[in-house]
């Protein structure tokens, strides 16, 4: 497995083996979350950095996920429309919202990584 790296909004990336990235949130975000029912992701094409693409509605709040990076979401995980909760059991897994085509991916390693997430969590939860 590829190393993860992280958004300061909670969001994780993943490398795949053909270049692009998978984005899910963190576990921190789907507990302050609480029960995840209703995921709407994103449709497939390009997006700015910080541009929110997702919604995530639980039984506490909603909450939106904005495109890490600039670039072309290019799949969506279908499966969270019918199964939001595995937003909550499996955050890093099978509960992951998209995946993109980076226009810089050397612009991934401004991202931190997981030390670097976990000591902002220290610092911002």
Known sequence: MSTLRFTSEHEWLRQEDNGEFTVGVTDYAQEALGDVVYVQLPELGRYEEGVEVAVLESVKAASTIAMPL???????????????????????????FFRIRVDNPAAVANLMDQAGYQAYLSKHA
């Open 70 to 96: 600039v670039g072309e979401v290019t799949a969506v995980n279908p499966v969270l429309v019918d199964s939001p909760e595995l937003v909550n059991q499996s955050p890093l897994e099978a509960g992951w």
